[in-house]
Every structure is written in structure tokens, then in C-alpha cells.
Nanobody, 122 residues
């Protein structure tokens, strides 16, 4: 089992950048693939990015390719989402999640963080 806590959200102007962090508790972090999801007001939760346990494989939603980068530091029990060239449509609550195998659907994830708000103004 793992407990996840997101941080780094905030308010940013369109075209700006933010880096989200997700800190995991326990000693099992390196055994999990990690993902980022987001949920905008009035919308369903959607996949953003995922990374394998080793960091060797990454996956991105088409809407964020070329702008967002997922990475992890297993020594720090932390996964990151670097968000560049932010757009107003990126505004959402961002959640990190953990699964035993890399996946791009929320149903495959076993553990979820509480979420962090990202707001992009025009």
C-alpha cells in the first residue's frame, strides 16, 4: 500500500509553467507505476500522463504532448509533472495515482492522492 500527497498547484497565467509533485509514503514506491489525472469543472476525470516503475516508459494524453513531462525520483519517493505552455483549458484538479503496472485508465490505479488545484488564467 502507498499513500500519495500532491502539491505544487496554483494560479498561473496562460503560457506559464508549474511543476506538480506527488510524495508517496512507505517503502514500496519504486514498485508502482505512477499516473497523473485531472478533472475540470463539470467534466469527468481524464488521463494526463503515466510513467513506469523504472521511469523508462512514459505515456501522455494527446492534449498535453509536447507541453507536459512526467518524471520520478524513486530515492525521494516522488513523481513530478512539469507543465509548460499552460492553457486555460488545463485548469483542473490534478490527481496522482499508483498502480502495479503502467496504465492510462483510472480503473487500473489502486491508490489516489487528494488532488491539487491548477488554475490557468487568460
Amino acid at each position: 500500500q502507498v499513500q500519495l500527497v500532491e502539491s505544487g498547484g496554483g494560479l498561473v497565467q496562460a503560457g506559464g509553467s508549474l511543476r506538480l509533485s506527488c510524495a508517496a509514503s512507505g517503502r514500496t514506491f519504486s514498485s508502482y507505476a505512477m499516473g497523473w489525472f485531472r478533472q475540470a469543472p463539470g467534466k469527468e476525470r481524464e488521463f494526463v500522463a503515466a510513467i513506469s516503475w523504472s521511469g523508462g516508459s512514459t505515456y501522455y494524453a494527446d492534449s498535453v504532448k509536447g507541453r507536459f513531462t512526467i518524471s520520478r525520483d524513486n530515492a525521494k519517493n516522488t513523481v513530478y509533472l512539469q507543465m509548460n505552455s499552460l492553457k486555460p483549458e488545463d485548469t483542473a484538479v490534478y490527481y496522482c495515482a499508483a498502480t502495479e503496472m503502467v496504465a492510462t485508465t483510472g480503473g487500473e490505479y489502486d491508490y489516489w492522492g487528494q488532488g491539487t488545484q491548477v488554475t490557468v488564467s487568460s
